[in-house]
C-alpha cells in the first residue's frame, strides 16, 4: 500500500505564511505525479496545485503568486509553500499521489490515486 503523511498546517493571520509537507511511503515504483487538494467546509474538493514527475506544475487560479509547490524526489516529499494567506484559503489540505505501485508492476493492482487524511489550515481576518 501507498500511504501519505500531511503536516504543517495551522492557524494563520491574513497575510502570513505556512508550509505543508506530505510524505509517501510504501510500494511505490515510481511517481507521476504529486500534489495538493483541498476542501473548505460545505465545498467541493479541489485541486490546489500538482507537480508531474518532469517538474511542470499546475495551480489554481486562486492561488497563482501565492502558493508554491516542490518537490525532493529522493525523500518522496511534496511541499505546499503558501503566502499571502487569505480567509477564503480556509481549508483542509490534503495530499495527493498518482503513482505506479509496485502491485502494478506485478499485474496484480491497478490503484494509482492516493490520498493523505488532511492537514487543516485556518486562516483568521
Known amino acids: 500500500q501507498v500511504l501519505l503523511k500531511e503536516s504543517g498546517g495551522g492557524l494563520a493571520q491574513s497575510g502570513r505564511s505556512l508550509r505543508l509537507s506530505c510524505v509517501a511511503s510504501?510500494?511505490?515504483?515510481?511517481?507521476?505525479?504529486m500534489g495538493w487538494y483541498r476542501q473548505a467546509p460545505g465545498k467541493e474538493r479541489d485541486l490546489v496545485a500538482k507537480?508531474?514527475?518532469?517538474?511542470?506544475?499546475t495551480y489554481a487560479d486562486s492561488v497563482k503568486g501565492r502558493f508554491t509547490i516542490s518537490r525532493d524526489k529522493e525523500r518522496n516529499t511534496v511541499y505546499l509553500q503558501v503566502n499571502t494567506l487569505k480567509p477564503e484559503d480556509t481549508a483542509v489540505y490534503y495530499c495527493?499521489?498518482?503513482?505506479?505501485?509496485?502491485?502494478?508492476?506485478?499485474?496484480?493492482?491497478?490503484?494509482?490515486?492516493?490520498w493523505g487524511q488532511g492537514t487543516l489550515v485556518t486562516v483568521s481576518e
Open positions: 495527493y499521489v498518482n503513482v505506479i505501485t509496485l502491485g502494478a508492476v506485478a499485474g496484480v493492482d491497478d490503484r494509482s490515486e492516493f
Open positions: 510504501g510500494s511505490i515504483f515510481s511517481f507521476n505525479s
Open positions: 507537480i508531474t514527475n518532469d517538474g511542470s506544475t
